[in-house]
């Protein structure tokens, strides 16, 4: 079965900072390009950040240049590391994990919240 649980979410005040894991299982991680996504009250589930399995990223506008997506492919697990939070980014984090392959995969997370306070 394939896993992807994620960590790191909590409480923080604007400004400060998070780092939130996915620990993947059950996948050929090194093969699959991941990403986070959040989702904030009453708006659609958006992207965050993508890393590709060459390690090329890709961020939001909104997250930009406060954001970095790492993966290490000996552990299976991906992060987040979020600088200089703003209420803005209050939301569920949901881990993806993807593959285009035939059929093309697709797998997500359980979500973990992050609550920034101002």
């Known amino acids: 079965q394939v896993q992807l649980v994620a960590s790191g979410g909590g409480l923080a005040q604007a400004g400060g900072s998070l780092k939130l894991s996915c620990a993947a299982s059950?996948?050929?991680?090194?093969?699959?390009?991941m990403g986070w996504y959040r989702q904030a009250p009453g708006k659609q589930r958006e992207l965050v950040a993508t890393?590709?399995?060459?390690?090329?990223?890709n961020y939001a506008d909104s997250v930009k240049g406060r954001s970095t997506i790492s993966r290490d492919n000996t552990k299976n697990t991906v992060y987040l590391q979020m600088d200089s939070l703003k209420p803005e980014d209050t939301a569920v984090y949901f881990c993806?994990?993807?593959?285009?392959?035939?059929?093309?995969?697709?797998?997500w997370g359980q979500g973990t919240q992050v609550t920034v306070s101002s």
């Open positions: 059950g996948i050929s991680f090194r093969l699959y390009h």
């Open positions: 993806y994990a993807g593959r285009d392959s035939i059929p093309p995969l697709h797998y």
């Open positions: 890393i590709t399995s060459g390690g090329s990223t």
